[in-house]
């Protein structure tokens, strides 16, 4: 049962937001619209919800009422009937959307894509990684900025980085977090036997520019020229930027493009990202200890997929997942078929958390 008194706080708080809005000039305002936007489907539904309960209550006390004629009982009946069974949908809906909020769900994302273990093969395979982010991520709808690349000797990717943009991508992708694992023959494999490799994942949010305030004084930018395979220039210009950030002592090299300022943007854009992930990262911990359940706890050196070609599967080993359609999933068609699984069974394992601690 969901306390009444939960769901007089939101409305209290929307109306309070809408009465700000209506009144203008806060310097808040770009923040209060966010808030209203994310809080609008929540009222939506407890409206939705409240309306179902009255309705439920005001049959049931016509079916009670020993005054009320045949027809009239009939008819209360069959709503009483019709609610009951939409009733729990709406309250689960309401529930989920009741849930503690991670405040980065809404933005975009920021995918780094590493050839972990494995040599060439382990390069190959994180190629088929990016191409298989991209794909999926156009089918939502969403943007892709290829920000980064370093590609191996046949053409495999030793580490990229890739901007998805678009609301709530980083809400989806936030649980490819990880290393993921391929068994299969490589091309480079004369004798045919199977190898297996690995390739790390790391999906962070991307901040929007109110997010994270970078101090000039905190910045030490290097630049030099841009160099191709065996330390050869490609231009005589000194247009890669190298940004490190002193405080932290994060480093972030560009050299993808010919212009100095467009390196330097692409490396500031994922300088923020790496810098506000980490001060996400120290939030958590300050509040409490990490809270781990079945979709793990996004660790990058923990091992959460497996590719197997022999078999033609994918086994998702957080949620003991297993998919006998590796292709269709690896060229991004059917990844949501996973992704969806790992959203339900967060959403499951938050609201068990939520009903213990009430």
């Excluded at 490609?234 to 002592?249: D, F, L, M, Q, Y």
């Excluded at 086994?315 to 078929?337: C, E, F, P, Q």
Aim: aromatic residues 4%.
């Amino acid at each position: 049962m969901i306390p009444e008194a939960k769901l007089e706080r939101v409305l209290d708080r929307f109306h309070a937001i809408e009465a700000q809005l209506a009144a203008g000039h806060s310097s808040e305002y770009a923040a209060l619209s966010r808030e209203h936007a994310q809080l609008a489907p929540v009222v939506s539904a407890i409206g939705a919800f409240k309306s179902a309960r009255e309705s439920m209550e005001q049959n049931q006390d016509i079916l009670e009422d020993p005054l009320s004629d045949s027809d009239l009982r009939t008819l209360a009946g069959e709503e009483l009937e019709g609610l009951k069974q939409r009733f729990p949908s709406l309250e689960r809906n309401l529930q989920l959307l009741l849930l503690p909020k991670d405040s980065a769900d809404r933005s975009s994302a920021i995918l780094e894509i590493r050839a972990g273990t494995g040599g060439e093969e382990a390069a190959l395979f994180a190629a088929d990684l990016l191409k298989m982010y991209t794909r999926y991520a156009q089918l939502q709808g969403w943007k892709t900025e290829l920000l980064s690349l370093s590609e191996s000797d046949l053409g495999g990717v030793r580490e990229s980085v890739l901007a998805v943009e678009g609301e709530g991508a980083y809400a989806r992708l936030k649980f490819e977090s990880g290393v993921h694992r391929v068994q299969r023959v490589p091309v480079t494999e004369a004798s045919g036997r199977i190898h297996t490799s690995a390739a790390t994942v790391a999906v962070l949010p991307e901040p929007e520019d109110v997010d994270v305030h970078l101090d000039e004084k905190d910045l030490r930018i290097d630049v030099y020229r841009a160099s191709g395979a065996g330390g050869q220039h490609v231009n005589k210009t000194e247009s890669a930027v190298r940004v490190t950030h002193i405080p932290s002592g994060i480093v972030v090299a560009m050299q993808e493009e010919k212009s100095q300022h467009k390196n330097r943007a692409k490396a500031m854009k994922i300088l923020k990202a790496r810098l506000f992930e980490a001060e996400r990262e120290r939030t958590e911990r300050a509040r409490a200890a990490e809270r781990r359940d079945l979709v793990g706890s996004g660790d990058r050196s923990e091992r959460i997929r497996t590719y197997n070609f022999p078999q033609g599967r994918v086994s998702d080993h957080r949620i003991n997942l297993t998919l006998y359609k590796l292709d269709r999933i690896l060229a991004g068609d059917d990844l949501s078929d996973i992704i969806d699984a790992l959203v339900t069974e967060d959403q499951a394992n938050r609201l068990a958390a939520e009903s213990d601690a009430a």
